[in-house]
């Protein structure tokens, strides 16, 4: 019997105790990513019994975090990113002012160098990737007006970064630290900011110009050839080729390589399909991040250091937080939208764990300040799941206060969802004359419907429709049915479960993609389920039987 390389053990160890631990968290009801960080802790090497390979482990995480932006750029324009520039430039370069001067005070009041404390203070100042994408992608807002913003500001935490990668060996001597020669001159510094701008505007630059237009020509080409293994293959390619050659050539991150590969895919018919081939491979990745972070983690430090690990965890849950929910008043957004930018923020992650490895290698930071630093990124990303659930129930309150933008309906027909899918049912109800009461969790989707709602045909509910409150609005005592047009069969799930703890006598009627999802939904409640191939097979058997001539 083969040995199993320290590859395979990683990926099998992680992903099974992930599993393990993620699903006793789900019936403890705590976040899920609370199992994966436990798992992670269990596989490192400060507990006992099985240890993986951290740098492997680290590696196939930054897989992860490629993947998902990627993604992210898939359903993001270049019109999206300039249409949030206004509030996002200002907005994360003033979130991270303040979180890195509060870093720097906590570590003057600690006694640390200077350079030690601004390190600490920009680590805590940047959020992470992952935790906020998937706070996003759960509820449906990556494309509403708050998605954007929260995108937009991670993008340029995201060029701060990469910037302060470069100039930190610079800085570092300019502050006298970790250097035993003279301290760099400020036009040496200059010269080297000045470059690493130069760098990424030619990569920008290059993905607009060339990238716009080769990346979806290739896609196409390729989906013509009628290979689906070869249009996956197409996809995993360019997302990470570009990000590897954006770090490799441009010494941009691999996270913002990605991002502009998938939005420049997004200009291609086919960005649709690009998203549902990566999608089972991005899920997988983005557990290994948690297992990988949870490695790193040494439970010892919050004995030896709690209240050093309780003040940084304030000054990235409640500081950093606060400084942004303020920001986004002060440009007129709405309290919803500040709430939501400010609980996305509420965590830090991947970047934090790269600049305080690269703090430590240059001796600018100590091992024990990495150490609190990592126990504070771990806390904050088991209390952000929690914050959320907290605003889901502050939206949920707020929404149903307003009953005046949503009156009682009867003998109405409720659709969940206004994608793709649900569109075309909306428009065979307006097409009948149906009234209906529309619950979408994206704002921006259903402007267009301000008109028609205006006329009374269509009422508009904007909440998760899994959630009481918001079921609640659609008055379902009184509908006539409900549909669920939702493609995700879980969401989808939590829906007709609660439609149907509701009403018991309520017509459901859902929508599923496979076999297993029709028993799924039919075992939680749903009167009817299409399945979409099957109804498919079915119209195309019945359009190719021979037609009776008239009269015969």
């Not at 976040?31 to 507990?47: E, I, M, N, S």
């Not at 992210?72 to 270049?78: A, E, M, P």
């Not at 002012?97 to 720097?104: F, H, K, R, S, W």
């Not at 304030?314 to 007129?332: D, H, N, P, T």
């Amino acid at each position: 019997m083969h040995d199993a390389t320290p590859l395979i053990a990683t990926v099998v160890g992680g992903l099974v105790l992930a599993f393990f631990f993620g699903a006793l968290a789900l019936r403890l009801r705590l976040p899920v990513l609370a199992g994966y960080l436990v798992a992670g802790v269990v596989a490192g090497p400060f507990t006992p019994g099985y240890v993986a390979d951290a740098h492997i482990a680290q590696e196939l995480a930054d897989l992860g975090v490629i993947l998902l932006m990627f993604g992210v750029g898939l359903h993001f324009s270049l019109k999206d990113l300039l249409a949030v520039k206004a509030i996002s430039i200002p907005g994360a370069a003033g979130q991270m002012g303040v979180a890195t001067g509060l870093g720097m005070v906590l570590g003057w009041a600690l006694g640390w160098p200077p350079a030690q404390s601004f390190v600490f203070g920009l680590a805590l100042s940047v959020a992470s990737t992952v935790v906020l994408l998937r706070a996003m992608e759960e509820r449906r807002l990556l494309d509403s007006d708050r998605g954007r913003i929260a995108v937009g500001w991670l993008i340029v935490e995201d060029l701060a970064m990469v910037l302060a990668l470069v100039l930190l060996p610079a800085i570092g001597g300019f502050l006298g630290a970790g250097h035993d020669g003279p301290a760099p001159g400020m036009g040496a510094l200059l010269e080297t900011v000045a470059w690493t701008i130069g760098k990424v505007v030619v990569f920008v630059a290059l993905m607009l110009i060339v990238g716009k237009r080769a990346i979806p020509w290739v896609l196409q080409t390729v989906s013509a050839s009628g290979s689906r293994e070869l249009f996956r293959l197409a996809v995993l390619a360019i997302a990470l080729g570009v990000a590897f050659g954006a770090a490799r050539l441009f010494d941009v991150s691999f996270e913002l390589g990605a991002f502009f590969a998938g939005m420049m895919m997004g200009e291609s018919k086919l960005s649709q399909r690009a998203a549902e081939e990566t999608l089972p491979l991005r899920d997988a990745f983005a557990v290994l991040f948690f297992v990988s972070i949870g490695m790193l983690f040494n439970p010892q430090i919050l004995l030896v250091h709690p209240w050093v690990v309780l003040a940084a965890c304030f000054i990235i849950v409640v500081g950093k937080s606060l400084a942004a929910f303020l920001i986004v008043r002060a440009f007129g957004r709405p309290p919803k939208t500040a709430l939501t930018i400010a609980t996305s923020l509420a965590q830090i992650g991947e970047f934090s764990f790269i600049l305080a490895g690269l703090g430590v290698s240059l001796g600018l930071l100590s091992t024990e300040a990495r150490d609190i630093l990592l126990a504070a990124a771990i806390v904050s990303i088991l209390i952000n799941p929690l914050l959320f659930v907290a605003l889901d129930r502050w939206v949920a309150r707020h929404d149903a206060d307003t009953p005046d933008d949503h009156p009682d309906m009867a003998g109405h027909t409720v659709l969940v969802g206004y994608g793709r899918v649900g569109r075309r049912v909306l428009a065979e109800l307006q097409a009948s004359g149906a009234r209906t009461l529309l619950i979408e969790s994206d704002e921006d989707a259903v402007r267009d419907l301000r008109e028609q709602r205006e006329t009374g045909s269509v009422e508009v509910v904007i909440g998760n429709a899994a959630a009481a409150p918001v079921l609640g609005e659609a008055n379902l005592s009184g509908a006539r049915a409900l549909i669920v047009a939702v493609s995700d069969p879980f969401e989808g799930g939590q829906i007709v479960r609660a439609a149907r703890a509701l009403r018991p006598d309520l017509p459901i009627v859902a929508r599923a993609h496979t076999p297993e999802c029709v028993g799924h939904l039919g075992g939680l409640g749903a009167s009817e389920v299409v399945y979409g191939e099957q109804e498919l097979a079915r119209s195309m058997f019945e359009a190719a039987q021979p037609r009776k001539a008239a009269g015969h």
